[in-house]
Every structure is written in structure tokens, then in C-alpha cells.
């Protein structure tokens, strides 16, 4: 597929995407924070906790995730209730939840600006805070978006101008390799398996090929997304609070 099919408004090639920031430990009374970016779609994470004891009905002997939605305006409707489970599902799988029994850690996500792909952006935000915090962690959770044009070609992370005119599009979820930004991971058991996917959430119909198509690129932006959040989680946390100004 030639990548002049595809007339993006901001003159990206279909694989491309947005410019990429990231700032953590940029609240002070959260136990990790993070600011994370994808062109204008910008996402504020804060982690509390691990706090003693689980909510009712919480399984006591593994630790608990709690996940809030903020709106940049307005209160949480079906759409963003919906991202809280998906993100508290995304986030369990890549927590160590037998370290901490009995206790429960509460991500909040502040949107402060929406401009397409924003649940990818919110899951890659939360894992940066979580890594802030010391959460363990079997590894990172890295996200994409990839959406199917009207006209067939797929483009990767999508505006919001974008994503309304898309036939179709998948929220896609990677494992990231542990090694030098998580220490002290044990056995070999908690090695990623990188032909493995966390989550996949889709929009629309979208054929079986396009589907299996998305998942090649995603996997391909994702190792990219990896490296640029391990450079980020290496740098020095007072030169990532001044990028935040």
C-alpha cells in the first residue's frame, strides 16, 4: 500500500505518528505522576497508593487497582466508564498484584486535551506514573492506535479530525521488555512475550486482513513508543519536570 493513498491533514505519512513528550514526578503529593503527549492529545496521570485494605467484593490476597476518568469538561458519561474498565483490566495484567496483598492503588487520569487516540495515550501516561511510583511491575504496557480509512489504508494514531471519518479502528495494547527500566525482575516467568498483545479494543467493522495488518504496525510504533518511555523513565526526573513547564 503506497503511502501516497493517504492525504493526511497535518502532512504525516500513514505509519507516522504524533511527536511523542513525556514528564514525570510532576505532582508532589501523588505517590508517581505523569504527563504524557501525543501531539495534542495530552493525558495527566496521578498514582496513590498502595493503600491498606481492598473495596467489598475485592479479592484480599492480591492487590487492588482502581482506576478514575476525568473529563477535560463535563461529567464521566458511558464512553469514559467504559475506558475505566479497560484500563483497570490493561493495568492488573502488568501489575505484580501478590507483592502488595490487601492493599489498593488508584490511578486518576485528568484529560487536558482530547485530539484523537486518547485511550492509548491514557494507557501509556498511567504506566509511566505507575514506574514513577516503584509500582512492580511484570513489565510496561505500550499503546496505539491504528484506524482503517474510508478508502481502505490504515493510518497510525489518529487526530480526532481523523478518527471521526475512520471505517474502523483498534486500540492496541503491547508488552514491553522489563530489562533496565524495571529492576530486580526474577525468573524467567516474568520474561515478556513479545509476539503477545494485553488488550485490543475495536471500533466499527473491520476486516480480518486490516485486522492482522494493524496489529503488525502497532507492534512496530510500539517498540518505537518502548524505546522513547525508556529513555524517558532513565532520564533524570528533575530535567523531566522541567520539560513539563
Known sequence: MGTMEVDRGDGRTPNQMR?????RNILNRAHGSSRWSQGNTIVLAAVYGPKAGTRKGENPEVASIEVIWKPKTGQIGKQEKEYEIILKRTL?????????????????????GDDGALLPCAINASC???????????HLA????CGLTETGSLILDPTKIEEQKLQAFACLVFPNSPISVIPKVSSSAEEPFEHGIITSVT?????????FNCLERGRAACSKISEFLRRSL????????????
Open 19 to 23: 511527536p511523542l513528550a513525556c514528564s
Open 92 to 112: 492488573r495484567s502488568i501489575c505484580l498484584l501478590t507483592i502488595h496483598p490487601n492493599t489498593t492503588t488508584s490511578i486518576i487520569l485528568q484529560v487536558v
Open 128 to 138: 509511566a506514573a505507575l514506574v514513577d511510583a516503584g509500582i512492580p511491575l511484570k
Open 142 to 145: 505500550v499503546a496505539i492506535c
Open 203 to 211: 471500533h466499527g467493522a473491520m476486516p480480518v486482513h486490516d485486522y
Open 234 to 245: 532513565q532520564s533524570d526526573s528533575s530535567n523531566d519536570t522541567s520539560k513539563a513547564r
